[in-house]
């Protein structure tokens, strides 16, 4: 079964930022396209930003370009998200997950169905 271990998650002022790290283990995510997604108190889980296999091609939510940068590691099994200008709307739990659809494939999904295995998640609070 695959293991997705996210970390960095913490308390942080607006304006601050943080970065988030995901490693994966029983698992070689370097065929596969990865994504970061969070979940608020009562709200849907939200697409936040996507990697292709080779970390070539990018794609983020609207309100974080600019801001989020997702990047990724290959040797070391592990994916990041970088996050600049934090405000208290992203307070959120940050979920890292795996897409075994997008097999060295070019393209990223926005939607949380497509995607296979969910690490436990990290939370992240941005005080105003």
């Known amino acids: 079964q695959v293991h997705l271990v996210e970390s960095g998650g913490g308390l942080v002022q607006a304006g601050g930022s943080l970065r988030l790290s995901c490693a994966a283990s029983?698992?070689?995510?370097?065929?596969?396209?990865m994504g970061w997604f969070r979940q608020a108190p009562g709200k849907e889980r939200e697409f936040v930003a996507g990697?292709?296999?080779?970390?070539?091609?990018?794609d983020y939510a609207d309100s974080m370009k600019g801001r989020f940068t997702i990047s990724r590691d290959n040797a070391k099994n592990t994916v990041y998200l970088q996050m600049n200008s934090l405000k208290p709307e992203d307070t959120a739990v940050y979920y890292c997950?795996?897409?075994?659809?997008?097999?060295?494939?070019?393209?990223?999904?926005?939607?949380?169905?497509?995607?296979?295995?969910w690490g436990q998640g990290t939370q992240v609070t941005v005080s105003s």
């Open positions: 029983r698992v070689i995510i370097k065929t596969y396209a």
């Open positions: 997950a795996l897409d075994r659809r997008a097999f060295y494939s070019s393209s990223i999904s926005t939607f949380r169905s497509d995607y296979d295995d």
């Open positions: 990697i292709t296999w080779s970390g070539g091609s990018t």
